[in-house]
């Protein structure tokens, strides 16, 4: 009954701005918004093709993002975790949801979605539409359901207006929510770093310390973090240290396959410089220890990637090709894109 | 003429009672499946780690064990007639159609089927845990049993799954009681036909009914045993279970951490192939 009241206020109200044309082209006008899909960047996730942002859509999915009333107690929005200026992710080494509760994992960043065809470290995912719901629900983050979801934001005047943008009509389901994260997640696309602005000629040059990185990088790093995401979205056990939860496995809890343990998904490095600390729970403070790490040499494992096992479990690094390193990797940041 | 259609309803329901009365059988009844977990042929009591009541069992490879926790999910429930016809039970509704067993929980332990048709059955079918279709947390489409599966003092959602927990056992093992804790779920994605990755862990169980559960005048109740002596000593594998993350000795970690899930599965459940009915079997049906 209260959806019909408001529906029927919601025509009278358009009615009666339709003595302006122009207001009434925009109430009903939701506009695709096309990617700015930077060059030589890796195909479209496909489900991207079956969710294509609209202005609305993205409009409703970052309010969606930004809203605390997506948790049990009202205090944790995706932003609290996925943060802009740390690329959306954290500084904390595993994430810190509702009451404090630490969960399983790092902050992933939020960055270039749309280009990957697996999310979260083990790539359980498939399609950034079906991910929303687990922080939502999951005890450590957001510990709420989406029908409570719904109930908190079904009154909202705001959500309403934007749900009717969005989709034509103000009802509220689930997949709508879902599909309107997914459209503001896909707009979060970082492509304007140094290295990208050397990569484009568009007037910046390295430095000589970063130009040595890089080829330092494309010696010992590219094999794994290739693309210009750097990440190949392989999924590859590189015996960082474990992390002792039981419900760890790595890739292996979704494939149940053996071979997969403690594997994860090759992380990309753009913005590395913004998301410390590293390592699917927080291992290393900084991309030094990070460096040392690999230098110094990995676990050992029967599943331990070939690049490595095959070089005695270690990628030997001197002290002046980690520093440069860390320099190159550096330029992979984007200041546009963290919003300074 | 409201009156008048009142009074016509009334005569057509006592007209229909009667045309029943002499001894006619309903249309439908109930059917009641009675779930008793057992090791072998005791009934399991749950107890802590220094629990003096727990039911103690002894797997192949020589483990005592016992639990504290012991659910799991029941769903696409059908009755098979004896021509083969097989009758649904709300097998695409999970508020209507789906169960959580819970061995803390008497009244879990009796559930029933209502208005199957008046028939002769020999033999049903339901799956252990939940088939892929509905199996993806959708609580918009099936609150009810979102909510039962979800319940603090229950625990069968799997988050990061997306999913429902399709077992959930916790106990102790060895005689140091050390802690066990077997979590089942798919993770399969994509659609049936192109499943893209994952493990599928709902099993489809067929059990032969010993005599012919017959629903009428009378609503049967059928004895379902689900014998947890299979979960490390079944047909599948005979488990020894590690309390080492260390995978690589043919061990199976005490824990859930899923790798060696389908081990469990395949045990409780059946190997979907040669083996249909996992730990369970039919021990009386009472019409």
Redesign the interface.
Known sequence: MKNLIRTVAFVLLLASCSNDDNLELVAFDNPEVSLNIPSDFPELNSAVYNNLPTQYGIELGEKLFFDNKLSADNTISCSTCHIQKNAFSDHNKKAIGIENRIGLRNVPPIQNMAFMQFYNWDGSKLKLEDQPLVPIITHEEMDSSILEVIGKIEDDEDYIELFYKAFGDEEITPDRIYNSIAQYEYTLISSNSKYDKVKRGEGETFTEEEAQGYAVFKEKCISCHSTELFTDQSFRNIGFPLNSNSEEAGRSRVTGDIKDYMSFRVPSLRNIEYTAPYGSFGQFATLKDLLDYLSNGVLEADNLDPILKDNDNRISLTDEEKNNLISFLKTLSDKEFIGQ | MKNSRRYLLISLIVLGFMSCSDDDVPVANNVTLEFNNTFEDNTIVLGDATSSEATVHTSDAGQVHHFSELKYVISNIRLIKEDGTEIPYNVNDLDKGATVVDQSKEATLQYVLSDIPSDEYVQIKFGLGVKTELNN????SF?DF?AVA?ANDTQM?W????GYRFTKIEGFYDTDNKEL?IHTGS?I??EEGSY????DAYRDITLDLPTNAIVGSGSPKIKIKADFDYLLSGNSYTITLVST?D??NNAT?S????????KFVDNIGGNGDTDITGMFSITAVEN
């Open positions: 947390l959708d609580q918009a609150p979102y979800g959602h988050e990061w799954g997306t804790s993770t994605e994509g893209t990755q994952g493990v993350t995978i690589t970690p824990a859930h951490t899923a790798t060696e899930m389908m």
